[in-house]
């Protein structure tokens, strides 16, 4: 099982996602920095050239731009039909696991 973030901004506290990575795994971090949400057809290779990539059984860090975020999503949930999620909890002040299936 691999976490792959969806926007890694440096920022992010992800030492409370930490525990959801098996012993020899890392976080996949495929976009870094200032994204142009305004045209979010241009990250839908990559998008999908990198779910390509994944397992069923990994895990998407909800981060960053909403619309990438989406974009995954739906990409993954279509290749899987489901989706395993790590997203920020404020009042926590954590990232919880959430599955939709």
Same mark, same amino acid.
């Given at each position: 099982?691999? =976490?792959?973030? @969806?926007?890694y901004i440096d920022r992010?506290p992800?030492?409370t996602?930490v525990? !959801?990575l098996e *012993?020899d795994?890392t976080f996949k971090?495929?976009?870094?920095?200032?994204?142009?949400s305004?045209? *979010?057809?241009?990250? /839908? *290779?990559k998008?999908?050239e @990198? &779910? $390509? #990539?994944?397992?069923?059984? $990994? !895990? /998407? #860090?909800?981060?960053g +731009? +909403? &619309? #990438?975020s #989406?974009?995954?999503?739906?990409?993954f949930?279509?290749?899987f039909g489901?989706?395993n /999620? /790590?997203i920020?909890d404020? &009042?926590?002040q954590k990232?919880?696991?959430?599955s =939709? +299936?």
């Amino acid at each position: 099982m691999n =976490v792959w973030i @969806t926007h890694y901004i440096d920022r992010f506290p992800l030492k409370t996602a930490v525990k !959801f990575l098996e *012993p020899d795994n890392t976080f996949k971090k495929i976009f870094k920095g200032n994204i142009n949400s305004s045209q *979010p057809q241009k990250y /839908l *290779p990559k998008i999908k050239e @990198t &779910v $390509d #990539l994944m397992e069923k059984e $990994d !895990f /998407l #860090l909800i981060a960053g +731009s +909403s &619309v #990438l975020s #989406l974009m995954w999503c739906s990409i993954f949930y279509k290749r899987f039909g489901h989706l395993n /999620l /790590l997203i920020w909890d404020a &009042v926590e002040q954590k990232y919880v696991k959430r599955s =939709v +299936s």
